[in-house]
């Protein structure tokens, strides 16, 4: 059993957001009436209006739980205003990718002051139907901003923000596994010297990617078009590899697609269209899958660009310290690759960072910076990281920081991946690290070495440390995958503390709550 609690931060929208003074003002004055605010220069609500929206913070956002599927979430908001339902829509990550957190994304949609209704990369499709759905009911607000827009920016400095980003220079890429791994890791540098940025650790970093040439190639080739044909100012094949998202199959492209053909297949077009999968393949319709399915489809170039959605920038948390090597950045990326049928598909991100950009190649990118997912202010402070995987990332640039800043508090790092011959990223480092003393504790788990183990195991086996590190103060972070991963470390932690603190199974579950409303549980997932 878990416990699902608001998020422990929500923010005044500050000076840099992408926002008019108007929309500013009203989304201040949202928040204020959450926070119970009374700032100079914050829009104040009525007494009226600012209790319906505490009676809204009061709701405990159970929703706010990135394991549970829309249709369980869509139930516990139900009956809620439209902000809380639209909140309830997005994929409860708040990762940043769309340049808010999911409470204040929908907060603007709402309002009318985001006219972009498809920024929430992780819930895809689902997450964009429902909103349309939503914001197509009686009363919703009219967008304040055309539709598909960006909000009218203030000056924002270079590489702050998604609309605006620096060009940092690609150094190297280096493969952190062994032989004989079944993955595909790579630890890939940046030089930041000429676009002056920097970052803290716990910040992610965005990168916007090119589309692979051969998949670009062969969208060109069944669209029937000639790769140098103009539209909106760029070559048709430079505007796919740049500009357009070629992974699943909008909407909007079924539906185009439905205008061009007919009989059976426009009827199925109209069903895609509208969500439906007559022929129970829509999870494998990319782009070029649509074009395929629909090969009698004749499409102008510039209408089928127009269908697509833009290519968005992928996030990745950023696995070195400023404070040890300025003017770098790295990332630790898992290149993704598998078939559909016998159709390569390729991570269009993790991919180019894995072979497609060069050194020396400039590169758009930006920092976004962390929602609650930071190292305690007090340096002294113990810490217990729990990352399997590329989840180890965050957590090396947290101890890089400590070491290169000398912060006395003690370090836990729990790592896990499949086989430690092959698997064990950074080894030599964090050995070191243990070898010093400065990382108190190493703990490894192992998958496929014989018996299966895993992070919990290993909380398991170390509960009662755990126990005493948390009545110590210490700090709790996970990173690591939402569905499954978090979610099983977070019940082990509630276990833990029932086995070893002598509690309830309630009271175990108000305890770790109660952390994570002190910022003391912390979670980066993906």
Same mark, same amino acid.
């Given at each position: 059993?878990?416990?699902?609690?608001?998020?422990?931060?929500?923010?005044?929208?500050?000076?840099?957001?992408?926002?008019?003074?108007?929309?500013?003002?009203?989304?201040?004055?949202?928040?204020?009436?959450?926070?119970?605010?009374?700032?100079?220069?914050?829009?104040?609500?009525?007494?009226?209006?600012?209790?319906?929206?505490?009676?809204?913070?009061?709701?405990?956002?159970?929703?706010?739980?990135?394991?549970?599927?829309?249709?369980?979430?869509?139930?516990?908001?139900?009956?809620?205003?439209?902000?809380?339902?639209?909140?309830?829509?997005?994929?409860?990550?708040?990762?940043?990718?769309?340049?808010?957190?999911?409470?204040?994304?929908?907060?603007?949609?709402?309002?009318?002051?985001?006219?972009?209704?498809?920024?929430?990369?992780?819930?895809?499709?689902?997450?964009?139907?429902?909103?349309?759905?939503?914001?197509?009911?009686?009363?919703?607000?009219?967008?304040?901003?055309?539709?598909?827009?960006?909000?009218?920016?203030?000056?924002?400095?270079?590489?702050?923000?998604?609309?605006?980003?620096?060009?940092?220079?690609?150094?190297? =890429?280096?493969?952190?596994?062994?032989?004989?791994?079944?993955?595909?890791?790579?630890?890939?540098?940046?030089?930041?010297?000429?676009?002056?940025?920097?970052?803290?650790?716990?910040?992610?970093?965005?990168?916007?990617?090119?589309?692979?040439?051969?998949?670009?190639?062969?969208?060109?080739?069944?669209?029937?078009?000639?790769?140098?044909?103009?539209?909106?100012?760029?070559?048709?094949?430079?505007?796919?590899?740049?500009?357009?998202?070629?992974?699943?199959?909008?909407?909007?492209?079924?539906?185009?697609?439905?205008?061009?053909?007919?009989?059976?297949?426009?009827?199925?077009?109209?069903?895609?269209?509208?969500?439906?999968?007559?022929?129970?393949?829509?999870?494998?319709?990319?782009?070029?899958?649509?074009?395929?399915?629909?090969?009698?489809?004749?499409?102008?170039?510039?209408?089928?660009?127009?269908?697509?959605?833009?290519?968005?920038?992928?996030?990745?948390?950023?696995?070195?310290?400023?404070?040890?090597?300025?003017?770098?950045?790295?990332?630790?990326?898992?290149?993704?690759?598998?078939?559909?049928?016998?159709?390569?598909?390729?991570?269009?991100?993790?991919?180019?960072?894995?072979?497609?950009?060069?050194?020396?190649?400039?590169?758009?990118?930006?920092?976004?910076?962390?929602?609650?997912?930071?190292?305690?202010?007090?340096?002294?402070?113990?810490?217990?990281?729990?990352?399997?995987?590329?989840?180890?990332?965050?957590?090396?640039?947290?101890?890089?920081? =400590?070491?290169?800043?000398?912060?006395?508090?003690?370090?836990?790092?729990?790592?896990?991946?499949?086989?430690?011959?092959?698997?064990?990223?950074?080894?030599?480092?964090?050995?070191?690290?243990?070898?010093?003393?400065?990382?108190?504790?190493?703990?490894?788990?192992?998958?496929?070495?014989?018996?299966?183990?895993?992070?919990?195991?290993?909380?398991?086996?170390?509960?009662?440390?755990?126990?005493?590190?948390?009545?110590?103060?210490?700090?709790?972070?996970?990173?690591?995958?939402?569905?499954?991963?978090?979610?099983?470390?977070?019940?082990?932690?509630?276990?833990?503390?029932?086995?070893?603190?002598?509690?309830?199974?309630?009271?175990?579950?108000?305890?770790?709550?109660?952390?994570?409303?002190?910022?003391?549980?912390?979670?980066?997932?993906?």
């Amino acid at each position: 059993m878990t416990v699902q609690t608001p998020a422990p931060i929500v923010q005044v929208i500050p000076a840099t957001a992408p926002f008019s003074d108007e929309q500013r003002s009203w989304l201040n004055g949202f928040f204020a009436g959450l926070l119970s605010l009374d700032n100079a220069g914050v829009t104040a609500l009525s007494p009226t209006e600012n209790a319906a929206v505490m009676t809204e913070a009061e709701d405990g956002a159970p929703w706010h739980d990135p394991s549970l599927e829309m249709a369980e979430r869509m139930t516990l908001a139900e009956g809620k205003p439209l902000p809380r339902r639209l909140y309830a829509a997005m994929a409860q990550q708040d990762c940043g990718q769309c340049g808010y957190v999911c409470e204040t994304y929908s907060a603007a949609i709402a309002s009318g002051a985001e006219g972009r209704l498809n920024l929430c990369a992780p819930g895809g499709k689902e997450t964009l139907r429902q909103i349309k759905t939503l914001m197509e009911e009686p009363g919703a607000a009219a967008p304040t901003v055309p539709a598909g827009a960006a909000p009218v920016a203030e000056p924002v400095p270079k590489g702050r923000c998604r609309e605006n980003p620096a060009l940092a220079t690609f150094l190297s =890429r280096r493969k952190l596994n062994g032989p004989g791994s079944e993955k595909e890791t790579w630890h890939v540098e940046f030089d930041l010297s000429e676009c002056g940025l920097d970052y803290i650790v716990g910040d992610a970093f965005g990168v916007f990617a090119q589309n692979d040439p051969r998949l670009v190639d062969a969208v060109v080739a069944l669209l029937g078009a000639r790769p140098d044909a103009e539209i909106a100012g760029k070559p048709l094949r430079e505007k796919l590899m740049t500009d357009c998202a070629l992974g699943p199959a909008p909407d909007a492209l079924f539906q185009l697609m439905s205008y061009v053909t007919g009989g059976e297949a426009r009827a199925k077009a109209r069903r895609l269209a509208a969500g439906d999968d007559p022929d129970g393949d829509l999870d494998r319709l990319d782009v070029l899958g649509a074009l395929h399915k629909f090969s009698q489809a004749r499409l102008s170039a510039e209408a089928f660009v127009e269908a697509l959605d833009p290519l968005q920038p992928r996030l990745y948390s950023i696995s070195s310290s400023h404070n040890a090597t300025p003017r770098r950045i790295t990332l630790t990326v898992d290149a993704v690759r598998y078939k559909v049928g016998s159709r390569p598909r390729w991570g269009v991100a993790s991919t180019f960072l894995a072979e497609r950009v060069a050194p020396g190649d400039k590169v758009p990118v930006y920092v976004q910076r962390a929602h609650g997912f930071a190292l305690p202010p007090d340096p002294a402070t113990p810490i217990i990281m729990c990352g399997p995987g590329t989840g180890v990332a965050p957590f090396r640039a947290f101890l890089h920081d =400590r070491q290169a800043t000398k912060a006395p508090g003690r370090n836990w790092l729990f790592f896990g991946h499949q086989r430690r011959a092959c698997d064990f990223f950074y080894e030599d480092e964090l050995q070191a690290m243990k070898d010093s003393g400065f990382l108190s504790n190493l703990t490894l788990a192992w998958s496929r070495d014989g018996e299966k183990i895993y992070i919990q195991d290993r909380m398991r086996e170390r509960g009662g440390e755990i126990w005493s590190w948390l009545e110590q103060g210490a700090h709790f972070y996970v990173c690591g995958d939402a569905k499954r991963m978090a979610k099983d470390v977070e019940r082990t932690l509630i276990d833990v503390v029932a086995e070893h603190g002598g509690r309830s199974a309630e009271d175990a579950i108000t305890y770790v709550a109660s952390l994570r409303r002190a910022g003391r549980y912390q979670v980066d997932v993906y």
